[in-house]
């Protein structure tokens, strides 16, 4: 081969290789979560706790064997992670089943974990799929402090309703537009003022600030505030199940494959422990995940 053309060569060579890098998830200026394939994905998170240890368990799995995972973490509510997992900026995100359907019909009346499965089959486009939802399941719940529970004998959200008009209820920023229309429907509960507490709902309640306040079933403060969930024989807050949402074109078998055994393991009790060291002993989230691959045999 002449010179010219062994120079021509090397030329398209590393052209080629430049074409390569520029596609990969690490190009700022690129919006690809992954190549369905090329070994590298995208995995996001919403911007509360137990999202985020979610988040890490399943990418440090993926990473355990092999792996490039790019993480995205905190990004916000589902309002803004569905179009980025919908235009394959994501290519991995942990939902919760219930929830996600929620948000996609909101009139569905679905409540077991199959029939939720089912009706998000039915809405999700195309492009996008669940995995095997886990057996952990963190339900949103309405939650009152027991000293309202025992004053007003309050055991569901049915039993709100003669004091709704008194009372504040708080919960992450979206819960109000989400929900308000559903209590008004189903329980027939027109609350008084809604607020927006976030992460630190628990507390609100506890202190005085809420009188009801959406907590996740799994927060370890229910327990260690002394709160009460309240039942919902409405089902307003159907199955919720720990359920990765992955964009179709930016995973393979094998990532799936990783994804569905971290669900397998994954147990309400067990979450609800994990969810104890990340929110009360204020342990790393990444560093819990990462003994949870570890001693469930991913890692």
């Known amino acids: 081969m002449s010179r010219a053309l062994t120079v021509a060569a090397v030329a398209a060579a590393a052209a080629m290789a430049l074409t390569a890098c520029s596609s990969s998830s690490n190009n700022p200026l690129g919006g690809s979560g992954g190549s369905g394939g090329s070994g590298r994905v995208t995995i996001g998170s919403a911007n509360f706790p137990e999202n985020v240890l ?25 309002e803004v992670l569905y179009g980025q997992i919908k235009d394959g900026s994501l290519a991995i995100l942990p939902e919760y089943n219930g929830a996600l359907l929620a948000y996609l019909d909101p009139k569905s009346t679905a409540a077991t974990s199959d029939d939720v499965n089912a009706a998000l089959a039915k809405e999700l486009p195309g492009s996008l799929e669940i995995l095997n939802s886990a057996p952990a399941e963190d339900k949103d719940s309405l939650t009152v402090s027991k000293a309202i529970a025992d004053k007003d004998d309050l055991k569901s959200i049915a039993d709100l309703a003669p004091f709704a008009g008194q009372f504040t209820i708080g919960g992450q920023p979206e819960f109000k537009s989400r929900r308000e229309q559903q209590f008004k429907d189903v329980y027939g509960l027109d609350f008084k003022e809604w607020k927006p507490t976030a992460d630190t709902t628990a507390n609100a309640i506890k202190d005085g600030t809420l009188q009801v306040g959406d907590v996740f079933t799994t927060d370890p403060r229910i327990v260690s505030l002394g709160l009460v969930s309240l039942d919902d024989p409405k089902n307003v807050f159907g199955a919720q199940n720990v359920t990765p949402l992955v964009n179709k074109s930016k995973v393979n078998d094998t990532e799936t494959g990783v994804l569905n055994a971290v669900s397998a393991k994954l147990d309400t009790a067990g979450l609800t422990a994990l969810m104890k060291r990340v929110s009360v002993d204020k342990d790393d989230p990444s560093a819990v995940a990462k003994d949870w691959v570890k001693s469930n045999g991913l890692g």
């Open 54 to 78: 979610l988040a890490s368990i399943y990418s440090q799995a993926l990473q355990a064997k092999g792996i490039k995972v790019d993480e995205k973490f905190n990004i916000g509510s589902r």
